[in-house]
């Protein structure tokens, strides 16, 4: 029988599972011994990433590591900065969709009378 709180529990885990995976693929990324592997962990890490991530990614980025492979791959995050930020906001985007993990439809709820001032 499915029930609101079993159903808010399967989507807590579906959440940290996501951050979770996020996490190891950073720190796949920045253990990667070579380019192959760094970019194979990157393009996992983007697809896997939320705004979560920010605030363990600068905790990683502080590591003491003096070796120049590291230096080109936080060079490689910099660069590639706008393109992580617009994966992490697809997520987002989808979160600003829903109320309650509802859609938010016009003309229903609190929404009705809404008018849009952005």
């Not at 796949?28 to 939320?50: G, I």
Request: with cysteine.
């Amino acid at each position: 029988m499915r029930t609101d709180s079993a159903d808010l529990r399967r989507k807590a885990a579906r959440l940290r599972w996501r951050e979770a995976c996020g996490h190891h693929w950073w720190r796949s990324y920045l253990a990667a011994q070579d380019a192959v592997e760094a970019y194979a962990a990157w393009v996992l890490f983007l697809h896997s990433a939320d705004a979560r991530a920010w605030t363990w990614m600068r905790d990683d980025e502080g590591q003491n590591n003096n070796d120049a492979f590291f230096a080109l791959k936080l060079a490689h995050v910099q660069l590639n900065r706008a393109g992580l930020k617009r994966a992490m906001n697809k997520v987002l985007e989808k979160c600003e969709k829903k109320f309650l993990d509802h859609d938010i439809v016009e003309g229903i709820g609190p929404w009705a009378n809404a008018t849009n001032t952005g």
